[in-house]
């Protein structure tokens, strides 16, 4: 009887060991070895939630291309930061569509801006971004543009 037992312990020990060893080696396959980047995505996100915890970092690994989409972030003084694909600025944009944003920092932790994430310090817009939003969304979308941006602002700070 105590030999089954200590086989039984050996044979689950063995088991619980190589689990663990394919858990691990599975998790470090889909991460970047060189840590540069930021490439989470979020369901909360896509479904355009209400609160800073629904608003995490937008951004799928696409093997480096431009974003297909605009995307604003939004960088707190913290360190914390919120993003989300404004509909203005990207009506071809679809929630059920695959985001092809990424949001890539270099080894400073500067984003690296391909011209197409609009950067908001610490939830105020400044004179600068507008310009770049009136740029993009030109002088007839521009006040539709801004105003949904401000609104999910409001929501990302907390304020509706």
Do not use: C
Not at 64 to 89: D, M, Q, R, T
Not at 122 to 139: D, H, R
Request: charged share 25%; net charge negative; glycine share 8%.
């Amino acid at each position: 009887m105590p030999n089954k037992r200590k086989w039984f312990l050996i044979t689950i020990f063995t088991l619980i060991l190589f689990s663990s060893g394919i858990f691990i080696t599975l998790k470090n396959m889909g991460e970047n070895p060189n840590n540069d980047s930021a490439n989470l995505q979020s369901d909360s996100a896509m479904e355009g939630g209400s609160t800073l915890d629904s608003f995490p970092l937008i951004g799928v690994e696409h093997g480096g291309e431009k974003n297909k989409y605009y995307v604003v972030y939004i960088k707190l003084k913290g360190g914390g930061a919120s993003s989300f694909i404004p509909e203005a600025l990207n009506p071809d944009f679809k929630f059920d569509s695959d985001t092809h944003v990424s949001i890539s920092f270099d080894d400073n932790g500067n984003i690296i801006n391909d011209g197409k994430i609009i950067i908001i310090d610490n939830y105020e817009v400044s004179n600068s971004t507008k310009n770049q939003i009136k740029e993009i969304a030109g002088e007839e979308s521009y006040e539709e543009a801004i105003k949904e941006i401000e609104e999910r602002i409001k929501e990302a700070r907390g304020d509706i």
